[in-house]
């Protein structure tokens, strides 16, 4: 596998994990949605930490795309 395609592979896998990102945030905004009503501090509290967490999550995945990206622009470069 040459260096092109291993790029391209971890960018193709660092997608998966922010599509996986986005669903779990779908399904807690989702959960709260059906609950809020009999929902206690401590489910508001786990909901809460849920949704700080995933969005951590996303806003790494997103950086390490972006390197990814640029780091295949520059072996495209070289070429």
Known sequence: ???????????????????????????????????????????????ACALVFLSILLFVALKVQNAKFKELENLKERK
């Open 1 to 47: 596998m040459s260096k092109n395609e291993s790029v391209k592979a971890q960018l193709d896998f660092i997608k998966g994990i922010i599509y996986l990102v986005i669903t779990g945030s779908f399904a807690v905004c989702g959960f709260f949605a059906t609950t809020y009503k009999n929902a206690t501090l401590l489910d508001l509290a786990f909901i």
